[in-house]
T-cell receptor, first 113, second 115 residues
Framework: GNSVTQMEGPVTLSEEAFLTINCTYT??????LFWYVQYPGEGLQLLLK?????DKGSNKGFEATYRKETTSFHLEKGSVQVSDSAVYFC????????????FGTGTSLTVIP | EPEVTQTPSHQVTQMGQEVILRCVPI?????FYWYRQILGQKVEFLVS????????KSEIFDDQFSVERPDGSNFTLKIRSTKLEDSAMYFC?????????????FGPGTRLTVT
């Protein structure tokens, strides 16, 4: 079946540090992959997505590359800011399984000045 | 920017009571969803809804759960007789179309605590 496994948190980094949040997946069809972010008191917002193998999604300095050979979609940012403090969710949707999303557990990131 | 809204933000109820969680999806969206996240666990799909009927549901969505679009703007999730294990964050989402590569827009969630 479909599932997403996400790096457990919480993660605490100093400002300007390099960020990696690992995400791996299993899927029965041809999944699209997403990273959502949830800032305190707000809904899950789409951060970036990739719809086929080797695609790179990017937004606000964050990047993630769809790696079919390692079934991974790791989130990276070269230099985090305090404003990046949030919970990050990896998710997939699969052409074979209708319109539901499959999520990981979420990773809480705190960036300290 | 249009957004999905949910009320209340936090609901406390006693076991066995009925609760209704409310959502206002984005106005031109046609597909609506409920997900939940038990503390420390994954966000799980409950149900999707289109054209005034359920289009998909998970095994979690048993007879204790129901969804309704009572008017042109609200989308509700009802739990008839709450159990302790229903305590979770409940997220509503909507989308304009249904394609595997198309995003869903999520609300901020309702935290349900069953005592």
């Amino acid at each position: 079946g479909n599932s997403v496994t996400q790096m457990e948190g919480p993660v605490t980094l100093s400002e300007e540090a390099f960020l990696t949040i690992n995400c791996t997946y299993t899927a029965t069809g041809y999944p699209s992959l997403f990273w959502y972010v949830q800032y305190p008191g707000e809904g899950l917002q789409l951060l970036l997505k990739a719809t086929k193998a080797d695609d790179k999604g990017s937004n606000k300095g964050f990047e993630a590359t769809y790696r079919k050979e390692t079934t991974s979609f790791h989130l990276e940012k070269g230099s985090v800011q305090v404003s990046d403090s949030a919970v990050y969710f990896c998710a997939l949707s699969d052409t074979n399984t209708g319109n539901q999303f499959y999520f990981g557990t979420g990773t809480s990131l705190t960036v300290i000045p | 920017e249009p957004e999905v809204t949910q009320t209340p933000s936090h609901q406390v109820t006693q076991m066995g009571q009925e609760v209704i969680l409310r959502c206002v999806p984005i106005s031109n969206h046609l597909y609506f969803y409920w997900y939940r996240q038990i503390l420390g666990q994954k966000v799980e799909f409950l149900v999707s809804f289109y054209n005034n009927e359920i289009s998909e549901k998970s095994e979690i969505f048993d007879d204790q759960f129901s969804v309704e679009r009572p008017d042109g703007s609200n989308f509700t999730l009802k739990i008839r007789s709450t159990k302790l294990e229903d305590s979770a964050m409940y997220f509503c989402a909507s989308s304009e179309i249904v394609l595997a590569n198309y995003e869903q827009y999520f609300g901020p969630g309702t935290r349900l605590t069953v005592t």
